[in-house]
Nanobody
Framework: QVQLVESGGGLVQAGGSLRLSCAASMRTFSSYAAGWFRQAPGKEREFVAAIGWTFGNTYYADTVKGRFTISRDNAKNTVDLQMNSLKPEDTAVYYC?????????????????WGQGTQVTVSS
């Protein structure tokens, strides 16, 4: 059973930064695609960013492009999400997910394992 654990959420003022981290129980996390999603109250879960397999290609939602950066820290076996210039509309529970083999829904869906989420609140 693969476990993903997110950390780094919290309360920040608009314009501030947070760095989320997703730690995986599997040793081969660096070999799998990973994504970040978020869900705001009363809204559906939405795609935020993803990083691919071998070449680590990255993908971003238009709403976060230029502000968020997804990356791997292979030494720590984590996938991180650096969030800058945060806006109140970024407030949500952020989830990490991983995909063990490619699907046509990548990067927007079809992930195999999910974390429990971490709350990000941006005050105006």
């Amino acid at each position: 059973q693969v476990q993903l654990v997110e950390s780094g959420g919290g309360l920040v003022q608009a314009g501030g930064s947070l760095r989320l981290s997703c730690a995986a129980s599997m040793r081969t996390f660096s070999s799998y695609a990973a994504g970040w999603f978020r869900q705001a109250p009363g809204k559906e879960r939405e795609f935020v960013a993803a990083i691919g397999w071998t070449f680590g290609n990255t993908y971003y939602a238009d709403t976060v492009k230029g502000r968020f950066t997804i990356s791997r820290d292979n030494a720590k076996n984590t996938v991180d999400l650096q969030m800058n210039s945060l806006k109140p509309e970024d407030t949500a529970v952020y989830y990490c997910a991983t995909m063990t083999s490619w699907r046509s829904t990548y990067p927007y869906g079809g992930y195999d394992y999910w974390g429990q989420g971490t709350q990000v609140t941006v005050s105006s």
